[in-house]
């Protein structure tokens, strides 16, 4: 008989304002993630149940919750390892819950947006744009980064500042300002130059915690620092 796991799911009805948790019991296939359990209640048990999840391989970023405690992503974190038979699971912390553990992203969709995170350059583009080695090496963390949320519900700062830009939003920002591609480089340093931005930062490195990709965003946000250091130095900002 195949061992059986027990999911404790905290849901959120939008209709009736509505929270509580709800008790599913499975059979425990070997190699089962988190994602594949909760596919599994939806088809076989209970098909109301909301999640979000796109690439089921640690790519698209969408299924980040959070887990026995822990913020990560349910398709990379297989049942098994988790070394129980009851699972708690919950959406990301500090976002408004739209459904069951599916998460509001557009106040950070437009964080992001706002700090231009995209490559602009003029050059006639006649043949391959190249980046130096020195800077890819400079973003080589930063480009990892997949938007799954994580961070930015993991930090306390964000929390208590809407204003706030978060650790995802300025790993992008250390990303593009420290592409020699990018033309817009000193724009962004800009942006990020002031207590909504970098500054911000009092580097509690909550964020560094939960990051699944390993970016260490909180090394990423002292770069930006210390690069509108150098550049205000420099009489460019
Ligand atoms: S489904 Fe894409 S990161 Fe998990």
Wanted: charged content about 25%.
């Amino acid at each position: 008989m195949a061992k059986q796991v027990t999911f404790k799911i905290k849901r959120y009805s939008p209709s009736e304002d509505k929270s509580w948790v709800q008790e599913y019991t499975i059979d425990l296939r070997p190699g089962m993630t988190v994602l594949e359990a909760l596919w599994n209640i939806v088809r076989h048990v209970d098909g109301s149940l909301s999640f979000r999840y796109s690439c089921r391989g640690a790519v698209c970023g969408s299924c980040a919750m959070v887990i026995n405690q822990a913020i990560t992503l349910a398709c990379h974190t297989q049942v098994a390892m988790l070394g129980t038979d009851v699972i708690e699971i919950e959406p990301l912390p500090r976002m408004k819950v739209l459904k069951d553990l599916v998460v509001d992203i557009e106040a950070f969709l437009d964080k992001y947006k706002s700090i231009d995170p995209h490559l602009k350059n003029t050059l006639p583009h006649e043949r391959e744009l190249l980046q130096t080695r020195d800077s890819r090496a400079q973003i080589n963390d930063a480009v990892k980064c997949i938007l799954c949320t994580s961070c930015h519900a993991a930090c306390p700062l964000t929390a208590v500042d809407d204003t706030y830009l978060g650790p995802a939003v300025l790993t992008a920002a250390q990303r593009f300002a420290f592409d020699d591609r990018n033309e817009n480089r000193d724009e962004i340093l800009k942006k990020v130059n002031d207590t909504e931005g970098a500054l911000g930062c009092r580097t509690v490195s909550r964020c560094t915690e939960v990051c699944p990709k390993g970016i260490e965003p909180s090394i990423r946000i002292k770069e930006i620092k210390a690069q509108i250091k150098k550049h205000a130095n420099e009489g460019k900002l």
